[in-house]
């Protein structure tokens, strides 16, 4: 069993910086794909970015350029440094983890969930 708890969200103008952690219980973490999704209200869960146990990384086309996603394994813990924030960056970020290989985009695909954290980019 593994737990994520997502930290570091909160409200910024546009333009802004945010940087998102996610820690993670369990001694197999790196060994797991991590991955940020976020949704809105009314809108499907999206994935937008994630990164391999060998760090390998995945950027949904919105964000490249402007998010970084990396890993620390002796800590754990997950981050999402998001530069240039836009007000369509918008949501709650939620942290994942994939016990399955590559890079899985799909939210079915991921096992573990955190609960959330709210982003909010004023204009």
């Known amino acids: 069993q593994v737990q994520l708890v997502e930290s570091g969200g909160g409200l910024v103008q546009a333009g802004g910086s945010l940087r998102l952690s996610c820690a993670a219980s369990?001694?197999?973490?790196?060994?797991?794909?991590m991955g940020w999704f976020r949704q809105g209200p009314g809108k499907e869960r999206e994935l937008v970015a994630a990164?391999?146990?060998?760090?390998?990384?995945y950027y949904t086309d919105s964000v490249k350029g402007r998010f970084t996603i990396s890993r620390d394994n002796a800590e754990n813990t997950v981050y999402l440094q998001m530069n240039s924030l836009k007000p369509e960056d918008t949501d709650v970020y939620y942290c994942?983890?994939?016990?399955?290989?590559?890079?899985?985009?799909?939210?079915?695909?991921?096992?573990?969930w955190g609960k959330g954290t709210q982003v909010t980019v004023s204009s």
């Open positions: 369990g001694r197999t973490f790196r060994s797991y794909c």
């Open positions: 990164i391999t146990s060998s760090g390998r990384t």
């Open positions: 994942a983890a994939a016990t399955s290989w590559g890079i899985p985009i799909a939210p079915h695909e991921y096992d573990y």
